[in-house]
């Protein structure tokens, strides 16, 4: 080949290179763009006069410069940085809401007690009684503002889901796309700016959700989300769905379409802002909401009782002082079930914060899980009643009757205390209806011989002969071993302690100090001479220190655990938050390392390029010349 078609060669190879470096200049401030490198080669020699002459150059490819370890690493940090930012921006956001005094719980939780404290010290007092019915309406109302302040927060959560979702699809489709696009262009060569855009969508996907990537032979990229759920397959993209999927509507979840309806894959989103949104949500704002309801239907339930075991202003037995919700049961999967079980409280202090998730298969047999973290409860530490076909579990009690009649099978989602703040309620109209005195009194006979008194007696069971006058004037004896009643009845004895003897009947007990002897005489009476009467109001007031709460905590104890909870998960999601940024920070520098573009580099690489094109130009004005001599001299 002439010096003409070899300076042709480097002219065109060469051009080729300073258009890809100005490429790269032009594309340095573009966030995802690779850094691009022209492969020059030499031509295959051609033998001529018995040597082989070199033909010039062509540009063999443009090669992208980029590491896909690098780049899995700049995925997997954007995806964990995203989770993190979520799940701080969520926690901030539940602890001030928790931790503020003005609107928390704590001060008007004190001034009920206090409230009762009032009452017990003047329990003829109108005024004071009716303090503390406004004090109930106080505490009622705080819960139920908490309760709806967090609600608010599963509103927004529920929404950044369905924004969420949406985009995910949206991006799957644009993957699709490109998908499409790479396969048709690589029949041509590397499509280097596809690849880039696809890279930037993978990234964007990445914020919203955990993927993982295969890519098949033909240049496409699978993506897998969850636990190994195919989004985008080639060319197709699968659609997500943002739906109540466990039954309640309160909750969305995120399924995938199937020919069965919508599967759920919540329980395997792992990752970016949806992983952080519902890991949030099932855990954070779940455990709030459930402690707030643990404590109403505690608060409430204590209170009801102990006001039924005494008379009020007007010597009537005491009535219920709060209202409380009933626990939410919903139907799970598609189809539903066709009915429901009925859940009902039978001991607010066992109750948990937890959800439960119950199933019924076709062979009539139950599985109960507890939530979240969807651990099967072992049959030990639940209670079946065959008889009444009833579940007896931390508290609840779970009919299935009606599942057995009817022969239903399914899943329902059980939430005891989810809606117990909001739906608590004061039933107390006047604060005279407040059962301060206690229902019964007790006295010595006149002729005993022993030392032995009676220090207390109280109605134990509002629904006894504690309340029906029966018991009125009952005589109690001690037969020097033992005490008995005078009409014959039933009554057990206990020695708690050396001279200490509680004496128990049908819902009452009384307790007597010292020796009696045998012989002596108690008498029990209805406690019509109340006025003045406290007794029973001070045991309301003991109800403040007594670990009532899952039978750990105190009512105060239970919201300030709850608060110091919330106070540690939300310090370490600011902790993990640094890291990820910090990490974040680590692969994207790493990934402009390998691939970004140094301008330093690229401007000594369009000098060299322009050197070898202006020299490759030289080439041809020479060969030009020579040609042109050559002309002359065979024309001379």
Known sequence: MSSLNIGTSGLLAYQRAISTTSNNIANASTEGYSRQSTSLANRPPQFLGGNFQGQGVEVDNVRRISDQFVNNQLRDATSENANAETRVQIANRIDNLLADEASGLQPVLQSFFDAAQDVSSDPTSSAAREVFRTEAESLVERLGSIDSRLQEQRQIVNGQIETGVQEVNDLADALADVNRAIVSGSTQGTPNDLLDQRDRLINDLAEKVDVRTVEQDDGALNVFVGNGQALVLGGDARELRAEPLSGDPERLDIGVASGDGTASISRFIRGGELGGLLEMRGGMLDEAQNTLGQIAHAVGESFNEQNRRGLDLNGEQGEAIFGLGEPRVWGAGDPKPESNPEVSIADAGALTTNDYRLRRDENGDYELRRLPDNRVIDDDDYEIDDVNDEIRVDGMVIDVGELE??????????????????????????????????????????????????????????????????????????????????????????????????????????????TPEDGDTFQVFTNENREGDNRNMQAMNALAEEDLVEGRRNFGDAYNSLIASVGTQTRQAQVAEESASA??????????????????????????????????????????????????????
């Open 583 to 636: 990490q974040l920070d680590q692969a994207r520098e790493q990934r402009e390392a390998v691939s970004g573009v140094n301008l330093d580099e690229e401007a000594a690489d369009l000098l060299r390029y322009q050197q070898a094109y202006q020299a490759s130009a030289q080439v041809i004005q020479i060969g030009n010349s020579l040609f042109d001599s050559l002309l002359g001299a065979v024309r001379g």
């Open 405 to 514: 009649d009817d022969g239903v099978t399914g899943e329902w989602l059980i939430q005891p205390t989810r809606s117990g703040a909001s739906q608590m309620e004061v039933l107390m109209q006047d604060g005279d209806e407040l059962a301060a005195a206690a229902a019964l009194r007790a006295r010595e006979g006149d002729g005993n011989q022993g030392d032995a008194t009676v220090s207390s007696i109280a109605a134990t069971d509002p629904d006894s002969e504690a309340f029906d006058g029966s018991i009125d004037g009952l005589e109690v004896s001690f037969n020097g071993t033992d005490f008995e009643r005078g009409d014959g009845g039933t009554i057990d004895m206990e020695e708690v302690d050396d001279g200490v003897y509680r004496v128990s009947g049908d819902g009452w007990e009384m307790e007597v100090r010292g």
